[in-house]
């Protein structure tokens, strides 16, 4: 199997401090060994409509505006900003990436010319946004599977064949809820994807908003290269997506144990390995001599 690469999600977990985002960077990179780090990226105006824009937030605990747009305008970075962070990124070479939201935004960010762009699950129907990334964009495009029908994952990659950009596509198993129980995280779903979809993509990938990091291990077992967790400094800080986000141990202990695993996932080379030698000789049964 090949090595499972690591993204940490920061997403908003910021709390719109640019101190903050680079020390999560920084921590991603240097205490937890992450391969990539992943913000977001909305144009609000765009996305929202003027009732959404102007409408309350719906958790008064975890808002930063009085208004969900306010709230949202608060936490977002702007382009020159994002090029910022991805200089960071670059000088401490950890990978940057972001999540777009809408074609502004993708086009911002696409200007950056990142590794990778993430397509959240809400808006992999898009196909404005989408399509104007095949067109102009050459990285990778990674697209997550919550709440999204079979048929509509179907549309999705036959999109991406026609646009002749499929070889560039990561898709992921995902379920949108946060955080998510272990009886919804369908992680067999990854079989699927890879049963129908593996030889015509880049790679499988999963997504996960569950607590703990063993659910994590399972789905690279399954066959997922590409496993992505939210992350934040501290679970109890202000914000909605911090209480399912991992930590830093959590997150280095998560890339410890996949590096583990990677490494345990072989076959024999032989059937008595070097290391088993020494036992064999002094504990394998021997008749004894009469």
């Keep these: 199997m090949k090595t499972p690469k690591v993204i940490a999600e920061i997403g908003c977990n910021h709390k719109g401090e640019m101190e903050i ?29 003027e009732e959404q824009y102007n409408a309350p937030h719906p958790n008064a605990a975890h808002a930063y505006g009085d208004t969900y747009g306010a709230h949202r305008e608060f936490l977002e970075f702007s382009a020159e900003q994002h090029a910022e962070l991805k200089a960071f990124c670059d000088e401490l070479g950890i990978v940057y990436s972001t999540s777009v939201w809408d074609l502004t935004s993708a086009k911002e960010i696409a200007a950056l010319n990142p590794e ?41 990659i036959e999109f991406f064949i026609t646009k002749g950009k499929n070889k560039n596509l990561v898709v992921y198993n995902c379920t949108s809820g946060y955080p998510v129980p272990f009886e919804d995280v369908c992680l067999l779903e990854i079989n699927t994807l890879i049963d129908k979809y593996q030889d015509k993509v880049k790679a499988i990938g999963f997504s996960g908003h569950h607590l703990g990091i063993a659910v994590d291990i399972a789905a690279y077992t399954l ?33 410890r144990d996949l590096a583990a695993v990677s490494k ?27």
């Design 21 to 49: 985002a680079k020390e999560l960077i920084k921590v991603a990179k240097i205490f937890c060994k992450a391969d990539v780090v992943k913000f977001q990226k909305r144009n609000n105006r765009e996305l929202l409509t």
């Design 116 to 156: 990778l762009i993430k397509i959240p699950s809400a808006c992999n129907n898009n196909y404005d946004m989408l399509g104007w990334l095949c067109d102009n964009y050459d990285g990778e495009i990674h697209v997550s599977t919550g709440m999204t029908t079979k048929d509509e994952i179907q549309d999705l």
């Design 223 to 255: 066959g997922a290269e590409w496993i992505e967790r939210h992350y934040t400094l501290d679970r109890t800080w202000k914000g909605t997506d911090h209480s399912a986000s991992l930590e830093p141990d959590g997150l280095r202990r998560l890339i």
């Design 264 to 290: 345990a996932l072989t076959y024999k080379s032989k059937d008595v390995l070097d290391i088993e030698n020494v036992q064999r000789e002094k504990l394998k049964y021997k008749k004894a001599v009469k």
